[in-house]
């Protein structure tokens, strides 16, 4: 079971990047998927979540209407696409997979069980 994000670099601010989660060894719809992300000196922070079980997603209030999250069933993958990037968006983001909740989809990293390795993301001119 593994689960890795790509698909981080450098961007200028006001550009667009997609970052990607795919999964080995399960399937990604059969989860809740969180996108996290952390920035030097700073917390962690849920940034967005999706679940299929119920279609729901949630977006962080930093990065509503500039984030989307979606899914791709037959490559087992999971996109974080950002527009209007901002230098306060630079971090490492991960992904994550839990079990499905009746509550829909949740950034709550205990019960989110499945990690991968992070990928940069720089916003900078």
């Known amino acids: 079971v593994q689960l890795q994000a790509s698909g981080g670099g450098l961007v200028q601010p006001g550009g667009s990047l997609r970052v990607s989660c795919a999964a080995s060894g399960f399937r990604l719809d059969d989860y809740v998927i969180a996108w996290f992300r952390q920035a030097p000196g700073k917390a962690r922070e849920g940034v967005s979540c999706s679940s299929s079980r119920d279609d729901s997603t949630w977006l962080s209030d930093p990065v509503k209407g500039r984030f989307t999250i979606t899914r791709d069933g037959a490559k087992n993958t999971v996109y974080l696409q950002m527009n209007s990037l901002r230098p306060e968006d630079t971090a490492v983001y991960y992904c994550?997979?839990?079990?499905?909740?009746?509550?829909?989809?949740?950034?709550?990293?205990?019960?989110?069980?499945?990690w991968g390795k992070g990928t940069q993301v720089t916003v900078s001119s």
């Open positions: 994550a997979a839990g079990k499905f909740s009746a509550y829909g989809c949740y950034v709550d990293v205990d019960y989110l069980n499945y």
